[in-house]
């Protein structure tokens, strides 16, 4: 692999755990303490998902997190791939789990939460 492909992955690694901090952290505050687990129910989900701004906000925080996570898998297996070859490849499988993931995160959160489809 290039050096420049290597620069900017570790620079998206840093970039990701940055923007993780805020991000999860937010995420823990409003649900746990603010709202309280307790009040969550799919009532609560499909009124925060309806809103377009928490959809966007949601959807960083996957793809955040999941790229920190798939690179330092990504890095972990280099420990048990050695040629030049395998380590494309891993990277180009690890990237395209990644994009197929954050897609059908997206997908789901694009489609929201339906109340109305849920049976008691």
Same mark, same amino acid.
């Given at each position: 692999?290039?050096?420049?492909?290597?620069?900017?992955?570790?620079?998206?690694?840093?970039?990701?755990?940055?923007?993780?901090?805020?991000?999860?952290?937010?995420?823990?505050?409003?649900?746990?303490?603010?709202?309280?687990?307790?009040?969550?129910?799919?009532?609560?989900?499909?009124?925060?998902?309806?809103?377009?701004?928490?959809?966007?906000?949601?959807?960083?925080?996957?793809? $955040?997190? @999941?790229?920190?996570?798939?690179? =330092?898998? #990504?890095? %972990? *297996? $280099?420990? @048990?791939?050695?040629?030049?070859? =395998?380590? #494309?490849? %891993? *990277?180009?499988?690890?990237?395209?789990?990644?994009?197929?993931?954050?897609?059908?995160?997206?997908?789901?959160?694009?489609?929201?939460?339906?109340?109305?489809?849920?049976?008691?």
């Amino acid at each position: 692999m290039k050096p420049r492909f290597e620069a900017i992955a570790w620079r998206a690694m840093r970039y990701s755990g940055i923007l993780l901090i805020p991000l999860a952290w937010f995420h823990v505050y409003l649900q746990d303490v603010i709202v309280g687990v307790h009040a969550i129910d799919i009532n609560y989900v499909a009124v925060r998902l309806a809103n377009t701004g928490w959809v966007v906000y949601n959807f960083l925080l996957l793809a $955040f997190a @999941f790229a920190h996570g798939m690179y =330092g898998l #990504r890095q %972990v *297996s $280099f420990d @048990f791939v050695r040629s030049e070859r =395998g380590r #494309r490849n %891993v *990277s180009i499988l690890l990237l395209v789990l990644w994009l197929v993931i954050s897609l059908i995160g997206a997908i789901a959160l694009i489609g929201g939460a339906r109340p109305e489809l849920i049976t008691h």
